[in-house]
Each structure stands twice: as structure tokens, then as C-alpha cells.
């Protein structure tokens, strides 16, 4: 790798190849939270994953290269302990807690790779590629933010309240005390 160029391509691949996975994976985690705010956030974050993968064949259009993914281990990882979470959660409520976590280390993850990208876009002066790696950049960090705050509002508090048993669910919604 001797170039800023090469870097920039192999970490558009990378991050091709985690929107792709996340695109897989969200659809089942929707399908197993308990929450209806939880599922909800799930299910609107698979469209604008859409909208990402979209972005990223823009940008491998501008680079002139075939889109194309690279196996990234980080995303690999950080969705295997979360499957792994969602099979050993005793109850709804711890479940919705662990695939929450796991969602916003994705999140994160995400974050760290646009934000890289973006500024590498900058400094090369591919202004296109940049304003493309913003806007998912922007949706990647309203998303975090949204799952903070579900965690914050709900899931997690209902989590602490289950305890060791599975005590019933709630099911009325409440604001932050
Ligand atoms: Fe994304
Ligand atoms: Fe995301």
C-alpha cells in the first residue's frame, strides 16, 4: 500500500462489505426485538443502509473501480457477538438490551470508518466523494443518537427491572423520570 489513493479503496471496500453484512443482519434483529420503538429503529435503519451501499457505488464510480468488497473481521465480529447475545438473552427485555448494545457498537464502528473516509476524501480533493461520505456520516450519527436515546427512555430500564426471572413485560411506554 504506498498511497493515499490505495488506502482510500481498500477502506471503501471495507466498509462496502459491512454495509452489505448489516443489511443482512438488521432485518432479523427488527424481527426479534420486543420493543415496537426498538424494531421500528431497526427497520428505518435497513433504508437508509440502502441509501449507503447506493452512496458507495457512487463513490466507486468516481474512483473508476468496480464495486467490490473486502472482507472486513471487525464487522464480523462485532455482529457474531451480538447473534450471540440475542441466542442467550433469558428474556425479551435482556434481549432488546444485548441486540441494542450490539446496534450502536455497529453504529460506532460505521462512524469511525466515514468519518476516516471523509476526511481522506478532503485532503485529496474529491469534494463528491466527500459531500457522499458526509451525508451517510450524518445518518450513522443520528442513528447512534437514537438508539441512545431509546436506550436511555426505555429498553435498558426495563432490562434492570426483569432482574433474574422474567418478570412480565411492560408494555406501557414511559418518558424519561
Ligand atoms: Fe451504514
Ligand atoms: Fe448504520
Redesign the pocket.
Known sequence: MDSLEKLFEETVRDIYYA?KK?LKTLPKMAKKASSPKLAQAFQA?VD??ET?VERLDQIFDLIGKAPRGKTCPAIDGIIEEGEEIMKEADNDTVRDAGMLAAAQA??HY?ITRYGTLKSWAGKMGMSEAAKLLDATLK??KA??LKLTDLAESEINLEADESGEGARPRKTATRGRQ
Request: aromatic content about 0%; overall charge negative.
Open positions: 454495509e448489516i435503519h437508509e443502509t449507503h455497529v453504529e460505521e445518518e450513522e442513528t447512534d
